[in-house]
């Protein structure tokens, strides 16, 4: 498969502490971006790092990304209850004959108990 | 400005039988994707269409097809159901004829069961 593998499936969390979920892909990428759902709906894009960007911040989540490894880290910080959801990382990548594909990592699903 | 709306939120259909899924992208969006989301598969990559024109396809069979309208409303079609069909159908539009290079925006999904 040319999913990404996020680690780990399930995070549960205190309110206040930080949460860390990573993503790991397979192919070379143009860009990672991390997404989130709550409870089976539609996805609400976070952030999108480009493959020359070592690290970007947007409010409370910090992205990381390490090209050479092929994954990359979010960061929530002081997590509040309403983050509850599931998080996505999805790779747009340049695949043979058949174009741009963009593929989803597998998830992980971050509760933070109030 | 009103976000990307999916219909009909749920519906289900007996094996053999076709759906049509419709998406209305945000207003002057041009570009609209596709994406199938099921516990055993997770989220996967359907179709993308720009200003009428199928931009990319994921790698699922040809009984899964789609279309764009001049307004850039999209349908997509999946014919002879089955079981293994029953997903969460999601879509996303952009402003970019470029939609994962930048943002998209989802829509809340068809919840599609079938039986």
């Known amino acids: 498969s040319q999913q990404g593998e996020e680690d780990p499936q399930a995070l549960s969390i205190q309110e206040g502490e930080n949460a860390t979920m990573n993503c790991s892909y397979k192919?070379?990428?143009?860009?990672l971006q991390w997404y989130r759902q709550n409870s089976g709906r539609g996805l609400v894009h976070l952030i999108l790092?480009?493959?020359?960007?070592r690290e970007k911040h947007s409010g409370r989540l910090r992205v990381t990304l390490d090209t050479s490894k092929k994954s990359s880290s979010l960061l929530i910080t002081a997590s509040r209850a309403a983050d509850t959801a599931s998080y996505f990382c999805?790779?747009?990548?340049?695949?043979?004959?058949?174009?741009?594909?963009?593929?989803f990592g597998t998830g992980t699903s971050l509760t933070v108990i109030p | 400005k009103a976000g990307v709306t999916q219909t009909p939120r749920y519906l289900i259909k007996t094996r053999g039988q076709q759906v049509t899924l419709s998406c209305s992208p945000i207003?002057?969006?041009?570009?609209v994707s596709w994406y199938q989301q099921t516990p055993g598969q997770g989220l996967q990559f359907l179709f993308e269409?720009?200003?009428?024109?199928?931009?990319n396809k994921g790698n699922f069979p040809g009984r899964f097809s789609g279309r764009q309208f001049s307004n850039s409303r999209s349908e997509m079609n999946v014919s002879t159901l089955e079981l293994g069909d029953s997903a969460l159908y999601l879509c996303?539009?952009?402003?970019?004829?470029?939609?994962?290079?930048?943002?998209?925006?989802f829509g809340p999904g068809t919840r599609l069961t079938v039986t």
């Open positions: 996303a539009s952009s402003w970019t004829d470029r939609p994962r290079v930048y943002e998209q925006y």
């Open positions: 192919t070379s990428i143009n860009n």
């Open positions: 790092i480009r493959s020359n960007e």
């Open positions: 999805a790779t747009d990548a340049e695949v043979g004959r058949t174009g741009n594909q963009f593929y």
């Open positions: 207003s002057g969006h041009r570009s």
């Open positions: 269409y720009f200003s009428e024109t199928q931009r």
